[in-house]
């Protein structure tokens, strides 16, 4: 397979079907002779960049039904002016060919994900009723000690009785009128 040097080739690079380990490789080169970064590449294509990584390293359990991965490989070659056939014989795989490890892996990440979604839903429920229910609590703390003394001696009851000024009429004899 030629390596492409030129950032305007728009010819085939080969007549006959690749393996996607090949045609990862072919859009890599391309990338990089166009000097563009994976992450342009892939806002340009609207992809995830994670997707364009796994096609370019041939990692075919990291990527979609091989159906999706080759509408995603001719955008890519059609973007970057090259062409390439994806071959059948190409080691991409679906779920129904996937190793038992890939099937827990996926499981794990499910259950985490469940258990996720439960803690913040349980957490956000806790905070609500919380939300809820501790002014009633405070309020009715307020008032359950006001009915255990419901007779409190007021300041201004003591105040009344006792002033703190008191006339000294020796000083001013109009103030005892």
């Known amino acids: 397979m030629s390596d492409i040097e030129n950032s305007q080739i728009s010819e085939p690079l080969k007549d006959e079907s690749l393996s996607l380990s090949e045609v990862g490789s072919s859009i890599k080169n391309s990338r990089e002779s166009q000097n563009l970064s994976t992450k342009e590449l892939a806002e340009m294509l609207k ?26 490989i001719r ?3 059609e973007k970057l002016g ?15 060919t996937k190793t038992e490890e890939v099937k827990k892996k996926e499981s794990n990440i499910i259950d985490k994900k469940i258990v996720a979604v439960a803690s913040i839903t ?41 002033s703190p000024f008191k006339l000294d009429s020796s000083l001013n004899p109009e103030l005892t009128n």
Do not use: C
């Open 75 to 77: 955008r890519i070659s």
């Open 47 to 72: 992809i995830g960049e994670e997707q364009l990584i796994a096609v370019e390293q041939g990692q075919a359990e990291l990527l979609p039904e091989k159906v999706f991965v080759k509408a995603m």
């Open 122 to 162: 349980s957490l956000s429920i806790l905070t609500l009723l919380l939300g809820i229910s501790l002014p009633s609590i405070i309020i009715n703390s307020f008032y359950s000690k006001e009915k255990t003394n419901p007779n409190p001696t007021t300041p201004s009851t003591e105040l009344n009785n006792q």
């Open 82 to 96: 090259i062409e390439v056939k994806l071959g059948d014989e190409s080691p991409i795989t679906n779920d129904s």
